[in-house]
């Protein structure tokens, strides 16, 4: 374990940009940041999930640095980290900018470095060249898709990061279920029991028992696209950013949602949208998956974009709450409905 000094915990705590505006830090280069893992948050999260690799027996620790976003390389494995996530500061703009923040709980962000470190293994063990391992998930060959298209009903895959994310690729299938295998009390004997998913766990376990102890084939080449090497400013990174999902999520609700809550004068003295629908939203998926035998878990990804699009469109309620909640309990089941018919989402790649 590697313990942070007084002087990297000094300099993460207190870099010279921390107080910097917003048009001051969108000028600065992503390597003057001058970030390090260690003294943020991060050292405990990464050290959590060497705890439940060392638990399971397992040999590898994947390295882990800072980088533009989330990935583990093909041809190296490791895991990056987005670098807004290593000061309090940078997660402020990545908010504003974003609307969200990947990983930025820590629940989330433990979910996400076990995925990452699912793909590492693969990598270190060359797992997708095995012949069961194909025959279980699929060929590591196949091209990954721009969007893919969901089944919200299949039982096929484990549901680990939102979005039914194991869908979308074979490699990602694996992932997931090496990320919902390594969670700590996961119970997924239990909790998968019946479905076929719980062949792909038991031989994920399997796997794992059979990897105990051994070192990784493919070792570790060095960080690829490391955070102090990128000269790229971060008004670039968050222009292309923005154009990225702007133009990969196509609005769906922007209608209805105007219509529920249409724009009026002193808007800014009245409640956000987003924070009525999440107050509701502790009732109305219940109440939703009882009317329409849906999945509660379906109703709560469809709600949860919803307010992020009411966030992005700054909506405000503008009349009675009993006047609308109803509406928009149908307006939030007639969407979740619209989504298990096709809806297609996008490949976080």
């Known amino acids: 374990m590697t313990l ?10 207190n870099p010279y940009w921390s107080d910097y505006t917003d ?8 390597c003057d940041l001058r970030l390090k893992i260690e003294g943020s948050e991060l050292r405990a999260r990464i050290d959590q999930l060497y705890g439940e690799l060392a638990e399971r027996g397992l040999r590898f620790r994947p390295p882990c640095w800072l980088s533009s976003e989330w990935f583990s390389p093909q041809e190296s494995p490791g895991i990056a980290i987005p670098f807004y996530l290593a000061h309090p500061r940078l997660v402020r703009l990545e908010r504003r900018l974003m609307k969200d923040v990947e990983g930025g709980t820590r629940q989330w962000c433990m979910q996400l470095l076990r995925h990452e470190a699912g793909h ?16 279980i998930f699929g060929s590591t060959a196949k091209p990954y898709p721009d969007f893919y298209t969901p089944e919200p009903y299949s039982r096929k895959y484990v549901l680990h990061l939102d979005w039914w994310y194991a869908q979308s690729h074979p490699v990602e299938d694996f992932a997931e279920t090496f990320a919902e295998w390594l969670r700590p009390n996961s119970q997924w004997k239990t909790r998968y029991q019946g479905w076929p998913a719980l062949e792909k766990l038991e031989y994920v376990d399997e796997l794992m028992s059979e990897l105990a102890g051994e070192a990784p084939r493919i070792k570790p080449a060095g960080r690829i696209e490391p955070l102090d090497t990128l000269k790229e400013k971060l008004r670039e990174h968050y222009w292309k950013k923005q154009e990225r999902y702007s133009t990969a999520y ?7 949602l105007l219509t529920l809550f249409p724009p009026v004068q002193g808007r800014s003295k009245r409640p956000p949208a987003s924070a009525f629908l999440r107050r509701i939203g502790r009732e109305l998926p219940r109440r939703i998956a009882s009317w329409t035998g849906e999945y509660a878990y379906t109703i709560n990804l469809v709600l949860k974009d919803m307010i992020q699009r009411c966030r992005e469109l700054d909506l405000r309620v503008s009349r009675p709450d009993q006047e609308i909640h109803l509406e928009a309990a149908i307006l939030l089941t007639m969407q979740t409905m619209n989504y298990l018919h096709g809806r297609k989402h996008r490949l976080a790649v």
């Open 4 to 13: 942070s000094t007084p002087q990297n915990r000094a300099q993460n705590t």
């Open 23 to 30: 048009k001051q830090l969108l000028g600065l280069r992503m």
């Open 120 to 135: 590492a293994y693969e990598t270190a063990y060359r797992l997708g060249r095995r012949k069961r391992w194909r025959e």
């Open 250 to 256: 196509p609005s769906f609700y922007d209608a209805d």
